[in-house]
């Protein structure tokens, strides 16, 4: 079992920027698929990030395509997101995600195994 705890939500205008950081603890690190998804107020949790094992792949949702970037630090097990040029559209609870299986079943939110407790990014206008 690997425990996730995120760090670097907050309030920012439109156009600024916020980096996420997630420290996981527990199981080897490297054996997980990473994530971020976020779920913003009455609707359901939706894939934002993805990133392989090795950090040599990333996945993005079309909505965030060009301004977040997901990386990883296998060395001092935390993953990052450096979200930019955010819109309003952005406000949600934002979750880091472990997944166990293949890179390709990380693209969704049912891909997931452990996730942590989430952190709010609220973008006003």
């Known amino acids: 079992q690997v425990q996730l705890e995120e760090s670097g939500g907050g309030s920012v205008q439109a156009g600024g920027s916020l980096r996420l950081s997630c420290a996981a603890s527990?199981?080897?690190?490297?054996?997980?698929?990473m994530g971020w998804l976020r779920q913003a107020p009455g609707k359901g949790r939706e894939f934002v990030a993805a990133i392989s094992r090795s950090g040599e792949i990333t996945r993005y949702a079309d909505s965030v395509k060009g301004r977040f970037t997901i990386s990883r630090d296998n060395a001092k097990n935390t993953v990052y997101l450096q979200m930019n040029s955010l819109e309003p559209e952005d406000t949600a609870a934002y979750y880091c995600?472990?997944?166990?299986?293949?890179?390709?079943?990380?693209?969704?939110?049912?891909?997931?195994?452990?996730w942590g407790q989430g952190t709010q990014v609220t973008v006003s206008s």
């Open positions: 527990g199981r080897t690190f490297s054996n997980y698929v």
């Open positions: 995600a472990a997944s166990r299986s293949s890179f390709v079943a990380s693209l969704v939110a049912s891909g997931y195994d452990y």
